[in-house]
């Protein structure tokens, strides 16, 4: 037998092999412990701040159950930025759009990040790589002494120490009449509580108004100034307005005078113009197409009567002489009716065989067209003068 084989070698040899296997397990434990074997995949958290006892490998839970731990914790300007290890198994189960919080279980207990289910959740859910804003994170005691030290540094002790010794002076003794003034306050409050839905109506409502003042104090501000103008340049004229006024009183009692006068021949002449302002206003229709009309046949007239040579063209021939004048026979007849018509004007077409036209009644005898054979034609002075010779035109 060797000495390697020897009992005090094989004791010392398998001591070494029990420390190493105990070393071996209690690293294993504490590896498995820190999560060591699990895969993790990273998600980013934002917050305004990310607390006074949030440190790096903080749980992260949803709904009370682990999902992760905080890997580090980055101070930024904007905040902090949480780079979390989740686990992947349990994203599955993290809405896309589910909220974040920053909790601590006491008031002096460390920071963990908190998943809150949301109560619409997103069919899609949380990957790696995704980032989340926290919504709110939980004020420590620590956080709410550092603003109370602030304050404090802020007052002078004395001048606190004067203000509560005036207070407590001004109270003493008027105890009841505080408990009064109290009570009078809560009757008070609770006839002003079922008013306060239409007292915030009204500050909506006066929000929008001097929104709309403040958009229009430019145009107001200039009004103003453009009003101090004026009452300036009328204080600078005042001696010709004064003037101004005494001519308008002195015309207004000079109209009044002629028209106290004239009162009755005023009124005759605007009773005489009423039948005849009537048949104006009924034909009016009618002067403008005339007017019109008119406007477009003067360059016609206008090349007639001098514009194409020196004097008038006229067409000149004899025509048929009506019959002399007898009476009663030759009264005019005046019959026509139809009220106001253009008949075309003021573009009618030239030359147009089918003008319109109005057939009126005012001949006393209808229109009879001349038959007469060219060899039977009557005489000139027939043609002349008429029927008045007729006798003398007898061969």
């Known amino acids: 037998m060797s000495r390697l084989t020897e009992p005090g070698w094989v004791k010392k040899l398998a001591a070494l092999g029990l420390v190493g296997g105990l070393v071996a397990i209690v690293v294993v434990a504490l590896t498995m412990f820190a999560g060591g074997f699990v895969e993790k995949v990273p998600v980013t958290v934002t917050a305004p701040r990310s607390g006074l006892v949030m440190d790096p490998d903080a749980k992260v839970k949803m709904r009370g159950v682990e999902v992760g731990r905080v890997k580090s914790i980055e101070e930024t300007p904007e905040g902090a930025t949480l780079t979390l290890d989740m686990q992947p198994n349990m994203l599955k189960y993290i809405p896309a759009n589910a909220k974040v919080d920053i909790k601590s279980t006491t008031v002096f207990g460390a920071k963990y990040v908190n998943f809150v289910y949301p109560s619409d959740p997103s069919p899609e859910h949380l990957t790696a790589g995704s980032t989340v804003a926290a919504d709110a994170v939980t004020v420590e005691f620590n956080t709410l002494f550092q603003h109370l030290s602030d304050v404090l540094q802020k007052l002078e002790p004395e001048k606190i120490n004067a203000t509560l010794g005036a207070l407590s002076t001004a109270l003493r003794g008027r105890g009841e009449q505080v408990g009064e003034l109290l009570t009078a306050a809560d009757d008070y409050l609770a006839d002003i509580n079922p008013s306060l839905p239409t007292l915030q109506r009204d500050f909506q409502a006066a929000a929008g108004v001097t929104n709309l003042y403040a958009d229009v104090s430019p145009d107001l501000l200039q009004l103003v100034d453009d009003a101090t103008a004026v009452s300036g340049t009328i ?161």
């Open 235 to 395: 204080v600078d004229e005042q001696v010709n307005l004064d003037a101004l006024l005494l001519s308008v009183i002195g015309l207004s009692n000079t109209g009044e005078t002629v028209l106290a006068e004239n009162e009755q021949n005023l009124d005759t002449a605007l009773d005489l113009l009423r039948p005849t302002t009537g048949l104006l206003d009924r034909y009016s229709p009618v002067l403008s197409c005339l007017i019109l009309g008119l406007d477009k046949a003067r360059p016609i007239a206008e090349a007639v009567e001098g514009g194409l040579q020196e004097g008038i063209a006229l067409n000149a021939g004899f025509t048929y002489s009506q019959d002399p004048y007898t009476y009663p026979n030759s009264l005019p007849k005046v019959n026509a009716t139809g009220g106001p018509n253009c008949v075309g004007l003021p573009d009618r077409v030239p030359n147009d065989p089918h003008a319109p036209f109005i057939v009126t009644d005012t001949a006393t005898v209808p229109y009879v067209p001349n038959t007469q054979l060219k060899f039977n034609a009557p005489k000139v002075f027939q043609i002349l003068l008429g029927d008045l010779y007729a006798g003398l035109a007898q061969p």
